[in-house]
């Protein structure tokens, strides 16, 4: 399975995401899961994740080596079973560019708690605690999801 998490600039939210649950499948070994990530926009091609995004992962003691941020291609696209986004925006920008397609879901979907509907950018909130606590409930769901 490959599954890319999928955000605007690919340096905070996604990357993550990415490492979380990189973190999750090695930690109950499971095999053949592929895992990256992209932003919608290039805007930050080439570079580490954000500092604080980072730092969180350390803290957590999640490794978070080899990073660089890219901007979804078509190939990612059509190569990934699952394409977690991170908000609306971010569902409206990966369908307007390769299409509607089931593979794509909001990773909100698979939250504990149905009333988060998207995953706040700490770009703009400064609240990287909040984003590292919605995207680890719903990864763990996700991943005990395809379990059963």
């Known amino acids: 399975m490959k599954i890319a998490f999928i955000c605007l600039g690919n340096i905070c939210r996604s990357p993550m995401a990415e490492f979380i649950a ?13 895992i990256t ?4 926009a290039g805007y930050h091609d080439g570079e580490d994740m954000h500092r604080k995004t980072k730092s969180l992962l350390i803290s957590k003691n999640i490794d978070c080596t080899g990073f660089v941020s890219k901007k979804i291609s078509k190939t990612l696209f059509e190569n990934s ?4 986004v991170m908000d609306d925006s971010n569902y409206e920008d990966v369908i307007n560019e390769f299409g509607e397609n ?9 939250c504990t708690n149905k009333n988060i509907k998207y995953v ?6 400064n609240n990287f605690d909040e984003v590292y606590s919605i995207l680890s409930d719903a990864i763990l769901n996700f991943f005990e999801s395809i379990k059963k």
């Open 22 to 34: 990189k973190d999750y499948v090695k930690k109950n070994n499971l095999i053949n899961i592929d």
């Open 37 to 40: 990530s992209a932003g919608t």
């Open 81 to 84: 079973d699952v394409i977690f």
């Open 102 to 110: 089931p593979k794509i879901k909001k990773i909100t979907d698979y």
């Open 120 to 125: 706040p950018d700490p770009w703009y909130t």
